[in-house]
């Protein structure tokens, strides 16, 4: 199984609430699945891992920043990817706190605008209370130490 490095991000807006996207897959290995996740991608293979973050933030949310800073979580999770290959993701996450920053999704591939089909605003008792599917499962946690 092919170990996929990657740099996720947990967005907090000023109020302490995380961004996450929805995803809703209608076709291919991942159809049926409708979950809600940080944001983030792989790394590609000529990129360091803090160079894959800084292109990911900015491709997914707009957002360009000159450094990312220091790693605050890690997790291992083997998942299937959008092509039906089953990879163990091995994931770094930095923390990014928004003050006025305005989000943009025009980097957005044509897949990314098939199946993110949603963003929110989520307070650590939403994502302690909700029944939709959210990954990381223990982000709440993950916040709490990342924040603390």
Do not use: C
Not at 65 to 74: F, H, L, M, Q
Request: proline content about 3%; charged content about 30%; hydrophobic content about 45%.
């Amino acid at each position: 199984m092919r170990r996929r490095l990657s740099a996720r991000f947990l967005i907090l807006n000023e109020a302490g609430q995380a961004l996450l996207f929805r995803f809703v897959h209608k076709r291919g290995p991942l159809a049926g699945l409708d979950f809600w996740a940080t944001p983030g991608g792989g790394v590609e293979e000529s990129e360091t891992l803090e160079q894959a973050a800084l292109r990911e933030l900015f491709e997914e949310t707009g957002l360009r920043r000159k450094s990312v800073g220091e790693v605050v979580a890690r997790r291992e999770v083997v998942l299937q990817l959008p092509d039906g290959e089953q990879a163990l993701s091995d994931e770094w996450y930095y923390l990014v706190r928004l003050g006025a920053d305005a989000l943009s999704w025009e980097s957005w591939t044509d897949f990314e605008r098939e199946v993110m089909v949603d963003h929110r605003w989520w307070s650590r008792d939403d994502l302690r209370q909700t029944e939709a599917t959210v990954w990381p499962e223990n982000l709440a946690e993950m916040l709490d130490a990342a924040t603390a």
